[in-house]
């Protein structure tokens, strides 16, 4: 009996361990490729035009981290303005806040402004994704992760430039949720992904501006589709 109590006691300190060594192994290869700084953010979204074209005052004081997980278990995060392929966006991410002095509520807005095509963005914006009810995990492992308790407004729409074009910028701004938001009727699931405006739909449900963002740039590969989607005949 002594030497099953033994022998489970090693078994729970090594699983332990390694779940322990697991834990770091993800935040050293995710933290390697994530935003380092505020200023670095404001530099990249002002670099690509981020606020002229989507109309936002562009301030933020949290960071927000978006991760992807692949076919192979592993993790893909990306600092702002860094290429994906398209491959690597197609499940929906996983999101972190870092410098957050709340735990929430916050909603998430993901949106590409450069639809058809980067010098053509008659149907931009699209909008790729929209949830609320995010908040800062309990787990005391990783406290930094959001979860939410709702479902999706607008479930996670993977990227899908058309070949011709440049890549896309797609962008994931972070808001405070407001009381307004709560009751919104002007974005449910089943409304078109195009000719969004975000600003203007923060404006109208008093999310206010931005608190923290991050963007991606996603180009064409061979799945991609050979022209644009026509918002009326393909339900866009």
Request: with cysteine; charged share 20%; net charge positive.
């Amino acid at each position: 009996m002594m030497n099953l109590l033994v022998r489970l006691h090693a078994y729970c300190y090594i699983m332990q361990f390694l779940g322990l060594c697991f834990l770091i192994a993800f935040c050293v290869c995710t933290c390697e490729a994530q935003d380092r700084s505020l200023s670095d953010v404001i530099t990249a979204f002002k670099q690509h035009q981020i606020p002229e074209h989507l109309n936002i005052n562009f301030q933020p004081h949290v960071l927000l981290d978006v991760i992807f997980p692949q076919t192979n278990g592993t993790l893909i995060a990306f600092a702002s303005g860094k290429q994906l392929e398209r491959r690597e966006t197609i499940m929906a991410p996983s999101y972190r806040i870092r410098g957050a002095n709340r735990i929430g509520p916050f909603v998430i807005i993901a949106v590409d402004p450069d639809a058809p095509l980067p010098e053509n963005r008659n149907i931009s914006q699209i909008r790729h994704f929209m949830g609320s009810n995010y908040y800062k995990s309990l787990d005391l492992q990783d406290p930094n992760h959001l979860v939410n308790t709702t479902e999706a407004i607008t479930y996670w729409r993977d990227p899908r430039p058309i070949r011709s074009s440049r890549p896309h910028r797609y962008i994931f701004l972070l808001y405070k949720q407001s009381r307004e938001f709560r009751t919104q009727i002007l974005v449910n699931p089943m409304s078109s992904l195009a000719y969004f405006n975000v600003s203007r739909f923060a404006a109208a449900t008093r999310l206010g501006q931005p608190i923290g963002g991050t963007f991606m740039l996603v180009g064409p590969d061979e799945t991609s589709p050979i022209k644009a989607y026509d918002p009326e005949k393909d339900g866009l």
